[in-house]
């Protein structure tokens, strides 16, 4: 009697083992191919021969990643690291984990016939972006500029209606739009030739890392090996799911977005040691001559926020 009182306890243990670990990931962003890690390891399967099931929740302009992961409602999130900085400094408790892009592919969309040619042209002009880009604040300090801001409404119809237009935008995906709209092909004043050289990352909250570490784990080396799969294999399960994730995916637009992560290296790193092995890779150098220069610049407080404090490599391969 007593064996079988115990039965259903010890089934419902063995269930529960053999459930996968979910954990639910806020996208920055509509999907797109900015998250082509994401969606192959989810199409091919990799996600869950780690034991996880993997959500996916979609972003947009209104998304609030930072948010979402420091109160728990998300565990993972993607996000820009110099934004999750300035947030970590505020006392959220957050910690970037791996590199969605070794650079941020945020920048200025100009006009090809444009005379702006160098970021010090950009002094008085009006720019389309977000308020508070903190990739813009850096060029005001750096150069000294002087610029108009114009809200941002993640359309490039201002842009194309304004040959003198300047707007922020995605290196991976604005062109293709702009030129599919009948414009030219656009110059792009990029991050990196600035010296800002900032990820796309991965967050999670301190909580979530402190109690789930073998997930998190787990779910690294998962992504890392579908980003992998997705630049150096066939790129099509990722697309067909984010076809199905976001109706506006065309297979031209995919094919163009996944080209330019490739030849600017994105994910693998436009360094002397870039490769596939960078793939997911954070430098703790980065950050930290990063950190001084947001602090010299005045976008950080001194010591509000370190390297040690504001990232880890322990949840990488």
Known sequence: MKTLLW??????????????????????????????????????GYFREEGLEVILLPGGPGAQVVPSVATGKADVGQADDISTLLQQAEGLPLVQFAAVFQDDPSGILVHADSP?????????????????????????????????????????????????????????????????????????????????????????????????????????????????????????????????????NTDAFMDFSRRMILEEKLVTGRDADGGPAKVGR???ARYTAQIAKLEELGLLKPGKVTAATALTTEFLP
């Open 7 to 44: 039965l259903p306890l010890l089934l419902g243990a063995v269930l529960a083992a053999d459930q996968p670990a979910r954990i639910t990931v806020q996208l920055d962003w509509v999907p797109e191919p900015e998250h082509g890690g994401f969606y192959q390891a989810q199409a091919k």
């Open 116 to 248: 702006v040619r160098r970021f010090e042209d950009l002094q008085g002009k009006t720019i389309i972006a977000r308020p508070g880009w903190p990739f813009l604040e850096f060029l005001k300090r750096k150069y000294g500029l002087t610029v108009n801001v114009v809200a941002q409404n993640f359309s490039s119809a201002a842009f194309l209606g304004n040959k003198e237009a300047l707007q922020q935008g995605y290196y991976i995906a604005e062109p293709f739009h702009i030129t599919q709209a009948g414009g030219k092909m656009p110059r792009f004043l990029s991050t990196w030739d600035a010296g800002f050289r900032g990820y796309a990352v991965l967050i999670t909250n301190r909580r979530f890392a402190r109690e789930r570490p073998a997930d998190l784990r787990a779910f690294t080396r998962a992504y890392i090996r579908g980003w992998r799969d997705y630049l150096e294999g066939d790129p099509s399960p990722a697309h067909a799911a984010l076809k199905q994730a976001n109706a506006q």
């Open 282 to 284: 954070l430098d703790p």
